[in-house]
Structures are given as structure tokens and as C-alpha cells.
């Protein structure tokens, strides 16, 4: 298996507080994503990294931001929870070809 | 039009069935394509990736048809640890364009 970790796997949290999702490879892979996975809607993309302190947003990036600062880290921060944000967050790290998904985390925000 | 789009399912198959999943994609400039197959409450795993002659692995086929942007995924002989949902993927026409994802067709595969 890829060497990818998400911290933490699973979290409440309370809506209005922050919260910092992490991912760490140690495949020294150049791209690394942020997706949520939602009943009926599938993985979506947050962001994504092409290159450390290189970001793009993806389909759902309102609420979130993410930093990059060295190859093998990728932070997700919500800045203020918001109930809407409960779902389940994959991290995904690849080259130019197939992507690797970490186990993922499960937030729930009440 | 969403950028990838799959067969919503459910697809309810007897074992030793034989099962088709279609895919289509919007950006004609993409170039990499892959299956996933992603088990309840687990984190997608590649299946197969898809090339333009189109490609086997066992009982999984994979086919391309860039002209009609279309993807296929056929299943034959289907087995009960078939059941998953399988995710059709597809990345643009640059390094720096992320994977893109449709929302998956669930199998269940019946005894």
C-alpha cells in the first residue's frame, strides 16, 4: 500500500470551532488532493496541490483552505465548522498517473 | 453536463453474471482514465486503468472510445466479493489538472 496517513481518522468537533485536517505520504508524490464523499454526490474535490505552496481550489472549496509547505504534507483547515461540513474527507496523492487514497476521516460537526 | 458521468445504478446481479458499467466524460482533451472500486466505509482503490486499445486483467475489461468519449467496464463471471461501488476517473489534458471523479455505480452481486 501507498504511504499515505490521514490524521485524525475520526473527530467531532463543534459548529464555529476550526479544525485542521492531515495528510502525510512518504512517496514524495507531487500531487496531493482533498476530496469529501457524500450520499448521492459521490468524491468531490476541496483542493488540490501540484507542488509544495502550489494550491487550486476544486468543485467545493468555499469553507475550507489548505497548506502545503513540504512534499509530504498537505493541511485541510476548516475555519469554522459548519454542520454541512460533516462528511467523510479522503486524501488522495498521486503522479501523472492513478491516484492513492488514505483511509480517510470521518468529521462529524454538531 | 457534469464532467464524468456513470450508470447511477443499483446494478442486482446473480453470481456468474456478466455486467457492464458505462462512463461518459466531457473534456475531449482528457487523457488518463482509470476505474476504482470502492468498498463500504473504505477508501477507493484502483481497479484498472483504462488505455486506448482498451485492456483485460482476469475477469475485468476495460475499453476506451475517445471519439465518443465513452468508458466501459465489463465484469464477467461476476463473484459476490464483486459487490462495491466502481468509480469511473478521468484526468485532463495537463499534469496540473486533478482527477476528476463520477459518482460510482453500486453492485451487488446475489448468490
Known amino acids: 500500500d501507498a504511504g499515505i496517513t490521514q490524521s485524525p481518522r475520526h473527530k467531532v468537533t463543534e459548529t464555529g470551532t476550526p479544525v485542521t485536517l492531515r495528510c502525510h505520504q512518504t512517496?514524495?508524490?507531487?500531487?496531493m488532493y482533498w476530496y469529501r464523499q457524500d450520499p448521492g454526490h459521490g468524491l468531490r474535490l476541496i483542493h488540490y496541490?501540484?507542488?509544495?505552496?502550489?494550491?487550486d481550489k476544486g468543485e467545493v472549496s468555499d469553507g475550507y483552505s489548505v497548506s502545503r509547505s513540504k512534499t509530504e504534507d498537505f493541511l485541510l483547515t476548516l475555519e469554522s465548522a459548519t454542520s454541512s461540513q460533516t462528511s467523510v474527507y479522503f486524501c488522495?496523492?498521486?503522479?501523472?498517473?492513478?491516484?492513492?487514497f488514505g483511509q480517510g476521516t470521518r468529521l462529524t460537526v454538531v | 453536463r457534469k464532467e464524468v458521468e456513470q450508470d447511477p445504478g443499483p446494478f442486482n446481479v446473480p453470481e456468474g453474471a456478466t455486467v457492464a458499467f458505462n462512463c461518459t466524460y466531457s473534456?475531449?482533451?482528457?487523457?488518463?482514465f482509470f476505474w476504482y472500486r470502492q468498498d463500504c466505509r473504505k477508501e477507493p482503490k484502483l481497479l484498472m486503468s483504462?488505455?486506448?486499445s482498451g485492456n483485460e486483467d482476469g475477469r475485468f475489461t476495460a475499453q476506451l472510445n475517445r471519439a465518443s468519449q465513452y468508458i466501459s467496464l465489463l465484469i464477467r463471471d461476476s463473484k459476490l466479493s464483486d459487490s462495491a461501488t466502481y468509480l469511473c476517473?478521468?484526468?485532463?489534458?495537463?499534469?496540473?489538472?486533478?482527477?476528476?471523479f463520477g459518482k460510482g455505480t453500486r453492485l451487488s452481486v446475489i448468490a
Open positions: 488522495a496523492i498521486s503522479e501523472l498517473g492513478e491516484a492513492f
Open positions: 512517496e514524495n508524490h507531487r500531487y
Open positions: 496541490s501540484y507542488g509544495v505552496k502550489d494550491t
Open positions: 473534456n475531449s482533451a482528457s487523457q488518463s
Open positions: 483504462v488505455y486506448s
Open positions: 476517473v478521468v484526468r485532463g489534458d495537463s499534469g496540473n489538472t486533478p482527477l476528476v
